[in-house]
Each structure stands twice: as C-alpha cells, then as structure tokens.
C-alpha cells in the first residue's frame, strides 16, 4: 500500500528557533498534501493544503507567514515552524490523499514538537 | 463550514460486546465519511469508510452505517477485543478535500 513517511519523528527547539519537518510520499505522486496539528487528547486539526508548485492554502485561524508550507515536488511537502514558542509544542502529522475515486487518505507517522 | 460531532467521547465495553460511536455531520454536501483509529503517539489508520452513495458496509467485525436524511454516520465494532481499545475518529469530507475530524472517541475494552 501507499505509504507516507516524516521526519523527524520527534523534535526539542529552542523558543524562538525554526524548525522544518518533512513529508515524503515514498511510492506515489501527491500533488496534494495535508498538514494536521494535534494536541494531547484532542482531535486533528487540519492547518493547511499543501498544492504542489503554487501557495498553499490555510485554514481560518492559522499563520501563514509562521507556518510556512512548501510542496517543492510530486513526493516532498516541507512545513517550517518559524520562531516557534512554547505553545506550538504539538504532534503534526501530514496525509496525502491516494487515488481521486475513493478520498483515502495517507497519514506520515507524525512529528512531535517540543518548543522549550 | 463543516462541523463534525462525535459521541460518546470515551466509552468502556466488556471484551466480546459490542461498542457503537456516532457522528453527525453538518454539510450536506460531505460525500466521504471515514472512521481512523488511532493509538498513543501513532498515526490515524484507516478502519472503513462510507461514501454517501451507499447506506451500510461491513468488513468483518467492523461496520459503518451513513443516514444522509439525518446527516448522521455511525460505526458499529462487534465482538470487541483488549488490542481494539484505541482513539476512533470520524470524518466528513466533500471530494477529498477539506477533511474536518470529530473529536475522538476513547474506547477501553476490558478484559
């Protein structure tokens, strides 16, 4: 099956330093990725829609210019975490949707973010 | 914009009983509703989904049933065992895009 891959799978930063992770669609094309923040015992909130070779698209509520999102090819989606601060701490997790028929889609492993 | 709902927020059954979680949607125009598990730190896997052109589907232990009139979907797992205790999620979406999660479901079988 499909499989999407992050990295890294966990991070400590620094309050006010950046931070990039990565996400990978190892054996398909994803000219669609999906950014999601989740905090402990709470839902997945998607961020953004990452578009490969044009802006990403934003959900109401959430900083453009502090998340940025760059979707560089068919199988990379870059999300950069920029000045992070303590309350960014979170789990990301992205999903690349798979096929245009079904919708199903393909989350990565996700990336832990711990802003000290 | 969407709103998706989900009830009971944790829910504890006996091991071989059977544990039902329910989601409302609000635009009638979601037409995929799939059901992610989810265990600590890991990432959502997808148990089944429904499209709104078909009103049940079932794989094995595991069945979801979709009321578009209602604008309800609901998840039905049978015979429950200790390794289905988990976070369920349920989702609506319109064409793929746009994926809006109800809040989770924490469901402890017990043995």
């Known amino acids: 099956g499909a499989v999407v891959s992050q990295h890294p799978s966990r991070v400590i930063c620094k309050s006010g330093t950046s931070v990039k992770i990565e996400c990978r669609s190892l054996?398909?094309?994803?000219?669609?990725m999906f950014w999601y923040r989740q905090f402990p015992k709470q839902s997945l909130m998607l961020m953004a829609t990452?578009?490969?070779?044009?802006?990403?698209?934003?959900e109401q509520g959430v900083e453009k210019d502090k998340f940025l999102i760059n979707h560089a090819s068919l199988t990379l989606s870059t999300l950069t975490v920029t000045s992070a601060h303590p309350e960014d701490s979170s789990f990301y997790i992205c999903?690349?949707?798979?096929?245009?028929?079904?919708?199903?889609?393909?989350f990565g492993p996700g990336t832990r973010l711990t802003v000290t | 914009g969407e709103n998706v709902e989900q009830h009971p927020s944790t829910l504890s059954v006996q091991e071989g009983d059977s544990a039902v979680i329910k989601c409302t949607y609000s635009d009638s125009a979601s037409n995929y509703f799939p059901w992610y598990k989810q265990e600590l730190g890991k990432r959502p896997q997808l148990i089944i989904d429904i499209r709104s052109n078909v009103g049940e589907k079932k794989d094995q232990r595991i069945a979801v049933t979709l009321n578009k009139t209602a604008k309800h979907f609901s998840l039905h797992i049978t015979e429950t065992q200790p390794e289905d205790s988990a976070v369920y999620f349920c989702a609506a979406t319109r064409y793929g895009q746009n994926f809006v999660f109800g809040p989770g479901t924490r469901l402890s079988v017990l043995p």
């Open positions: 054996d398909f094309q994803a000219t669609t």
């Open positions: 990452s578009n490969e070779g044009s802006k990403a698209t934003y």
């Open positions: 999903s690349a949707p798979v096929g245009q028929g079904p919708y199903e889609q393909y």
